[in-house]
Each structure stands twice: as C-alpha cells, then as structure tokens.
C-alpha cells in the first residue's frame, strides 16, 4: 500500500517558490512597467520544464552575484505566474481569470511544451467557455492550426461544418493553414454545397501564389501547374461527381489544366453518361440537413460572431418586456444580419448605406481585448435625412453576460424625447453619448438619455461590430 502526501508536498514546493531560498536562476516578465521577476531554481526547472531549463543554460546574462537571468518580456506577469506556480505546485487556479486570458495561458503553456496542461486547458475552454471560444472564433481556429490543438480543432471543424460561412466568408479564409482547409473538406457533413466548396478551394489556391496573373485570361500552362501544386492536398476532397452538371462548364472546364487527364475524362463522362462505369472514385455526397418540417419544432440559429443563440433569446425577451427570458428555441423573432464590421467595413458610410431608414434594429460590439459585448435596441431606427434627436419608450442598451462578465446590465430610455440621434459623423447613436459610434470608433460620454452606464465613459476599441434587424417569425 502506498501512502500519497501530494497536497503538502505542493504546498511546499510552492512555498519554496515564494521564498526564494536557494535560488540560481531570476527570470524576468513583462515590459516596464508591468515587470516582475521570479526567483527560480534549475534543478526544479530541469524535471518539471525542460524548454526553460534549456534557456537557463543557454542564457549569458547574469547579475552581480553569479546568478543567470532569463528575460521573458513577450509574456505577461499574470500568465507566468499561473504558469511557475503550475510548474512548482501542480496546481492551476482559474477562478476569476478572464477567458482572454486562459487562452493565452494555453498558448504559452505550449510554447513551454508543459504537455499536460496544454490539454488540460483546452478541455477547460471547451467544457467551461464554449461561448466565448465561438466569439472569437477566426482566432481560435487559426491558432489551434497554428499549435496543433487538437482538441480546439475538432471543437472548432464541428462548428464549421454545421455553420460554414464564419470561415469560408471570412476576411482571414485566404491565410487559412493548409492543413485547416483540408480538415475542413474533407468532411462529409459539411453544410455547403460542393460548387461553392470548389469556388472557396480555388479562391484560397490562387490567393497562396503571388506569381499568378490577377487576369485569369492571361494564364499559361506554368500558372495552372502552381495551382495544382498549390491544391495537391485539396483536390482529392472535392466531391466532382456531385457537382450539378450546369455548374461543370462555368466552374471546372476553367481550371480543366490541374486535374489528372483520367479524371477529367471522368468528369465529363459521368456528367453526360452517369450510368456508364468509371475508374475514378466517386466520393459519396456531403450529408446536407435539409430544414426540419414544422411539425417537428423550430430550432432558432443566429448568424453571428459576437452574439449567441441565449443571448439573441435574452434580448428578444427585454425587446417584448418580459421578466422570463424566452427558451432558446421559442424565440419569437427572427435576427437578419444586415451590416458585419469585419465583413462589410467599419466606416460610419458602410452604416448609412446598410442601415439608413430601417426599423428595429439591434447593434451588438465585441470590446477588444476584453469580454464585453455591448449594444443597444432602437425599434424606429436612424434617419439620414433627419439631423438630431428622435423619439421613442422602447430603445435600451445593454451589456451582456459572457465569460467572466457574470452578469447583464439592461439600461432602458429614461428621457424618450431623447433616445436616438442621428447624424452623418455618428453611426449608430443611442442618446447622444450614452452609448455611440462617433466616425470609426466606439465610445460612451456619459448619461444622457438612459437611466445608467453600461460601462464607464470611455472610447474603446472593438473586435468586431454587428447590425441585426428583427421581425417577428
């Protein structure tokens, strides 16, 4: 029978952390003047991190008692503490850390090839922030390719599958990783149709090669070997045969030039001829969800990358004034996306172009570098031609629970003669300075309109910003 003690021996080992005593090593983090250095020992580094027990005797710095420094300037004095207290203790405490960053914790904890906790953390995020992990989504997903997380990828492929356009349609597609791309196609349940795959295949292919002439008419053979170098890894995953035959001559006769001659043979033959037997294989055809018939019940999605399905349920209940949040799926109202900053642009412009003149609106922002997610309800919505205030009782703003934002705050129109403004400098504008996007940026001035602050006065950058107009189903 063994006898286990770990607790105290963690404890120890983190005591001794916090002394200092012996030490041979001063490791130096952050950047002046959020800096701090720790008092380590090599011997505990050489069994419980080897990557910074390599840096300790790689490192030529050393101060005026012989003691080697490592500097870490690129890495925050919250990440590394969590990080050497791990290394010591073997324990990591979570609570009442922002989810911005935990994810960064996973990054350095990888970089610091501490294998365990990097799939320790990944299951945390995924289990315990699945909302916040959908919020930045082209981020996730780049990183986890960029890292190898093989579990945030699984994570972040099923989502793809099921909603395909956060990364076919996004800004970022053409610096996707390889590897991403292929994960990707390659699925059988993936919700697109197979022309549109080919479209965003060949989009990311030739958006890989500088060489290539922006004019297709001006192409020769050696062009089209680069892309079929460029898309060796792709093309076996595209589905020719279920391409419908009125998409063959506009889509693949174009690129006819990158497929192996026996395929391309095949792709005609079977276009005009499907019961004649082939040699090339015959991929089976992606399993497409059609739409559920009513009868057995409604599932709502919302298209967002800032907002959940709870929150679009939350702020249908406050925009209907009830005091119980509708359920999920018995949300009443359908949320049209309309205007995606990172889509569409952020200038005030893009704002009027999309949304001048249209009724019930909802804005949501995503704070940067935080996990505020703010917006605000105007139901009679901003006027071009109308310079100033206009009048309603049933706009609000509000801040939404999400990752450690514990809770929402729901700010209702104190002074209705007040509560949306408009004019050709502002965007979307709630009150005058209560919450507003002045030019480019977002900021609040102060209370004017509504009966408190969702944040306090300030001008904040945003990740992203969304303009949703509801209706009733």
Same mark, same amino acid.
């Given at each position: 029978m063994t006898l286990n003690f770990y607790e105290n021996l963690s404890n120890d080992y983190v005591k001794l952390l916090e002394n200092g005593n012996e030490h041979n090593i001063i490791i130096e983090v952050g950047e002046p003047p959020v800096m701090q250095t720790f008092k380590v020992h090599s011997t505990v580094l050489c069994y419980r991190c080897p990557y910074l027990y390599d840096e300790f005797k790689k490192s030529t710095i050393n101060n005026d008692d012989n003691i080697k420094i490592i500097q870490k300037p690129q890495i925050s004095v919250k990440v590394f503490d969590i990080i050497i207290k791990y290394i010591y203790g073997?324990?990591? %405490?979570?609570?009442?850390?922002?989810?911005?960053?935990?994810?960064?914790?996973?990054?350095?904890?990888?970089?610091?090839?501490?294998?365990?906790?990097?799939?320790?953390?990944?299951?945390?995020?995924?289990?315990?922030?699945?909302?916040?992990?959908?919020?930045?989504?082209?981020?996730?997903?780049?990183?986890?390719?960029?890292?190898?997380?093989?579990?945030?990828?699984n994570f972040c492929d099923d989502i793809i599958a099921k909603h395909p356009s956060l990364i076919f349609e996004s800004n970022d597609f053409n610096t996707l990783p390889e590897a991403a791309l292929v994960s990707i196609i390659q699925r059988d349940d993936l919700q697109l149709e197979e022309s549109k795959i080919w479209d965003c295949v060949i989009?990311?292919?030739?958006?890989?090669?500088?060489?290539?002439?922006?004019?297709?008419?001006?192409?020769?053979?050696?062009?089209?070997?680069?892309?079929?170098?460029?898309?060796?890894?792709?093309?076996?995953?595209?589905?020719?045969?279920?391409?419908?035959?009125? %998409?063959?001559?506009?889509?693949?006769?174009?690129?006819?030039?990158?497929?192996?001659?026996?395929?391309?043979?095949?792709?005609?033959?079977?276009?005009?001829?499907?019961?004649?037997?082939?040699?090339?294989?015959?991929?089976?055809?992606?399993?497409?969800?059609?739409?559920?018939?009513? %009868?057995?019940?409604?599932?709502?999605?919302?298209?967002?990358?800032?907002?959940?399905?709870?929150?679009?349920?939350?702020?249908?209940?406050?925009?209907?004034?009830?005091?119980?949040?509708?359920?999920?799926?018995?949300?009443?109202?359908?949320?049209n996306l309309i205007l995606r900053g990172s889509r569409d642009g952020f200038g005030v412009d893009v704002f009027w172009n999309l949304c001048n003149q249209k009724t019930n609106l909802v804005v949501v922002v995503k704070v940067k570098d935080t996990d505020e997610i703010l917006g605000g309800y105007n139901p009679i919505g901003w006027n071009s031609s109308t310079f100033g205030f206009s009048e309603t009782n049933d706009s609000f703003i509000f801040s939404l629970k999400n990752g450690n934002i514990e809770n929402h705050i729901l700010v209702r129109v104190k002074n209705a003669s007040k509560a949306i403004y408009s004019e050709s400098d502002f965007g979307p504008n709630f009150g005058g300075n209560d919450f507003r996007m002045y030019r480019n940026t977002f900021n609040i001035y102060g209370i004017n309109s509504y009966e408190k602050l969702i944040r306090k006065p300030a001008e904040f950058s945003i990740d992203d910003y969304e303009v949703f107009q509801v209706k009733k189903r």
């Amino acid at each position: 029978m063994t006898l286990n003690f770990y607790e105290n021996l963690s404890n120890d080992y983190v005591k001794l952390l916090e002394n200092g005593n012996e030490h041979n090593i001063i490791i130096e983090v952050g950047e002046p003047p959020v800096m701090q250095t720790f008092k380590v020992h090599s011997t505990v580094l050489c069994y419980r991190c080897p990557y910074l027990y390599d840096e300790f005797k790689k490192s030529t710095i050393n101060n005026d008692d012989n003691i080697k420094i490592i500097q870490k300037p690129q890495i925050s004095v919250k990440v590394f503490d969590i990080i050497i207290k791990y290394i010591y203790g073997a324990t990591v %405490n979570l609570e009442k850390v922002e989810t911005s960053i935990i994810f960064d914790l996973l990054i350095t904890a990888n970089q610091f090839q501490l294998e365990e906790l990097v799939e320790r953390l990944q299951t945390f995020l995924i289990e315990n922030h699945p909302s916040w992990l959908k919020l930045n989504f082209s981020k996730i997903y780049f990183s986890s390719f960029q890292t190898d997380f093989k579990a945030l990828q699984n994570f972040c492929d099923d989502i793809i599958a099921k909603h395909p356009s956060l990364i076919f349609e996004s800004n970022d597609f053409n610096t996707l990783p390889e590897a991403a791309l292929v994960s990707i196609i390659q699925r059988d349940d993936l919700q697109l149709e197979e022309s549109k795959i080919w479209d965003c295949v060949i989009q990311w292919g030739t958006a890989q090669s500088k060489t290539l002439p922006s004019n297709f008419n001006d192409w020769i053979e050696k062009d089209f070997q680069i892309l079929r170098n460029t898309l060796q890894q792709c093309l076996p995953h595209i589905r020719y045969f279920q391409i419908p035959n009125e %998409n063959i001559i506009e889509k693949l006769v174009p690129f006819q030039q990158i497929f192996d001659k026996t395929l391309w043979v095949d792709i005609l033959k079977y276009s005009m001829t499907p019961d004649k037997p082939i040699t090339s294989t015959i991929l089976p055809p992606r399993k497409i969800v059609t739409n559920q018939l009513p %009868n057995r019940g409604y599932t709502f999605q919302i298209t967002s990358l800032i907002i959940t399905n709870e929150h679009a349920a939350e702020i249908a209940s406050w925009i209907d004034k009830k005091e119980v949040t509708y359920d999920v799926n018995n949300n009443p109202y359908e949320f049209n996306l309309i205007l995606r900053g990172s889509r569409d642009g952020f200038g005030v412009d893009v704002f009027w172009n999309l949304c001048n003149q249209k009724t019930n609106l909802v804005v949501v922002v995503k704070v940067k570098d935080t996990d505020e997610i703010l917006g605000g309800y105007n139901p009679i919505g901003w006027n071009s031609s109308t310079f100033g205030f206009s009048e309603t009782n049933d706009s609000f703003i509000f801040s939404l629970k999400n990752g450690n934002i514990e809770n929402h705050i729901l700010v209702r129109v104190k002074n209705a003669s007040k509560a949306i403004y408009s004019e050709s400098d502002f965007g979307p504008n709630f009150g005058g300075n209560d919450f507003r996007m002045y030019r480019n940026t977002f900021n609040i001035y102060g209370i004017n309109s509504y009966e408190k602050l969702i944040r306090k006065p300030a001008e904040f950058s945003i990740d992203d910003y969304e303009v949703f107009q509801v209706k009733k189903r």
